[in-house]
């Protein structure tokens, strides 16, 4: 199951479900509106795609744990987290999917490579580099990407995501830091990945 948390992601939808199914036309998709102010529901709707409709802006940890619930309840053993801007790339999938054939529980997409496709600012370079190291101290590993939205999960991640999933702001670290302490067995692969083509950027 491929989970797309969106707010206010109509414009950039219709893009980001064609290269899914353009790549990986086997794989269901569910988008959790995450309270969006525009029409990202009913375009969402007119792709065909399953849509969870939240009542009210959750955030990010609130969407996706929604979206694992339904992966649970509907018997998925597998799920990935994609975001609806078009940054990642669907070709991309198969990737981030290997590790789960060799035992993963989690993997991560690293958004830096040697592509050059993808950057940030300085000022937000230096806050991934903070989370880095406070990250690397809560766990004792050394991640690349501690705030990448391109992951994958396996059952048993899923199931403890669906209700334990983080829901504060910083949940994609804070994800990480569970699931290393919990003893999931957690990975990195680089996955090359684009700038958003629409829309406005999180803080992530």
Same mark, same amino acid.
Request: net charge negative; aromatic share 8%.
């Given at each position: 199951?491929?989970?797309?948390?969106?707010? &206010?992601?109509?414009? *950039?939808?219709?893009?980001? #479900?064609?290269?899914?199914?353009?790549?990986?036309? *086997?794989?269901? #998709?569910? =988008?959790?509106?995450?309270?969006?102010? $525009?029409?990202? #529901?009913?375009?969402?709707?007119?792709?065909?795609?399953?849509?969870?409709?939240?009542?009210? &802006?959750?955030?990010?940890?609130?969407?996706?744990?929604?979206?694992?619930?339904?992966?649970?309840?509907? /018997? +998925?053993?597998?799920?990935?987290?994609?975001?609806?801007?078009?940054?990642?790339?669907?070709?991309? #999938?198969?990737?981030?999917?290997?590790?789960? $054939?060799?035992?993963? $529980?989690?993997?991560?997409?690293?958004?830096?490579?040697?592509?050059?496709?993808?950057?940030?600012?300085?000022?937000?370079?230096? *806050?991934?580099?903070?989370?880095?190291?406070?990250?690397?101290?809560?766990? /004792?590993?050394?991640?690349?990407?501690?705030?990448?939205?391109?992951?994958?999960?396996?059952?048993?991640?899923?199931?403890?995501?669906?209700?334990? +999933?983080?829901?504060? +702001?910083?949940?994609?670290?804070?994800?990480?830091?569970?699931?290393?302490? /919990? /003893? +999931? $067995?957690?990975?990195? =692969?680089?996955?090359?990945?684009?700038?958003?083509?629409?829309?406005?950027?999180? &803080?992530?």
């Amino acid at each position: 199951l491929v989970v797309i948390p969106a707010f &206010n992601e109509s414009a *950039a939808l219709p893009q980001t #479900i064609a290269d899914l199914r353009s790549h990986q036309p *086997a794989l269901d #998709i569910v =988008v959790v509106d995450d309270g969006s102010a $525009d029409d990202t #529901i009913a375009v969402a709707k007119s792709l065909g795609v399953e849509v969870l409709a939240l009542p009210f &802006n959750l955030g990010i940890g609130g969407a996706l744990r929604c979206g694992f619930k339904y992966a649970v309840r509907h /018997g +998925y053993d597998r799920a990935l987290q994609f975001d609806g801007d078009g940054q990642h790339l669907a070709s991309e #999938i198969a990737t981030l999917l290997s590790p789960l $054939d060799d035992g993963a $529980d989690m993997v991560i997409g690293v958004r830096f490579g040697d592509t050059g496709e993808y950057e940030v600012g300085r000022s937000r370079k230096l *806050a991934m580099g903070v989370l880095r190291l406070l990250t690397r101290w809560l766990t /004792g590993r050394r991640f690349t990407d501690t705030s990448s939205g391109f992951r994958a999960f396996s059952r048993r991640m899923l199931e403890r995501f669906a209700e334990e +999933y983080p829901l504060e +702001y910083m949940d994609s670290v804070e994800a990480l830091v569970l699931a290393v302490r /919990g /003893g +999931y $067995d957690v990975r990195e =692969v680089h996955t090359a990945m684009r700038q958003r083509v629409a829309g406005a950027p999180s &803080n992530r």
